[in-house]
């Protein structure tokens, strides 16, 4: 949908307003459908001035905040601590007006004789503060299912440019592998014994295989592919199955 390659010493609240507004273009998410929109983030987006941004393009929030001082001085406001899994969520009172109704809870958890704490933002209307942790822990985690995939399948670590301008393209172009990927585990693989196969095992266990494609033209008639290899003859059915879905 969107993506941006940036200095590694560029911080993530920097980042979230580019990509919020590329996702408005990219999904044309006029004024009025953005109420139906939840954007969870963690605490590196979390600012006041991030959430006050969101807020005022109309966004629901799902957010944990960016200030751990902020979150140890919450922790002693708060009245009541219910269990949640290893660790503790309390309520309290917002500390910033964001010009909306919003919810904050705490939490904490021991690590090393230490109480730990970070606190959370929603404008979302939950039952119950496990609820709404829940919710936000069940965000997107883009950082496992997509990039340390793509590093592994593509083998974006052994494909360095020294130039940024490169590196960008790199990206870019892995991107359109990964979409082109997605595409043919769904279209393919999907309901198959292969579709537990990640990026790195489809790349380097499947696409593989040694074969032959027969074209007429432009037009691809026939597709040979090794009977020695052990995935061979599910690929060829996988194969057709994706040539025929146009």
């Not at 940024?164 to 393209?169: E, G, H, K, R, W």
Request: hydrophobic share 40%.
């Amino acid at each position: 949908m969107w993506s941006e390659l940036y200095p590694g010493n560029r911080h993530t609240v920097r980042c979230l307003q580019p990509a919020v507004l590329a996702a408005e273009n990219a999904l044309e998410l006029a004024p009025e459908r953005r109420s139906r929109v939840v954007w969870r983030a963690d605490g590196g987006a979390g600012s006041d001035e991030q959430i006050h941004w969101l807020l005022e393009r109309g966004y629901q929030i799902m957010m944990k905040g960016t200030s751990s001082r902020r979150a140890h001085a919450l922790a002693r406001q708060v009245s009541r601590w219910d269990a949640y899994g290893d660790a503790w969520l309390g309520c309290v009172a917002s500390p910033v007006d964001f010009g909306r109704s919003v919810q904050v809870w705490v939490k904490k958890r021991l690590k090393a004789d230490r109480f730990l704490h970070s606190y959370y933002v929603t404008t979302l209307k939950l039952p119950s503060k496990g609820a709404l942790m829940a919710c936000y822990d069940a965000r997107g985690g883009a950082e496992v299912e997509q990039f340390r995939n793509d590093k592994s399948g593509f083998h974006l670590d052994a494909r360095r440019k020294h130039r940024f301008p490169a590196q960008t393209a790199l990206i870019l172009l892995t991107d359109l592998a990964h979409n082109l990927l997605a595409h043919f585990y769904h279209t393919a693989l999907s309901g198959t014994r292969l579709e537990g196969f990640d990026a790195k095992r489809i790349v380097r266990d499947l696409l593989a295989i040694p074969g032959r494609l027969v074209f007429e033209g432009s037009q691809l008639k026939s597709i040979f592919l090794s009977d020695a290899h052990p995935y061979a003859e599910e690929v060829v059915l996988c194969l057709v199955k994706y040539c025929q879905s146009d």
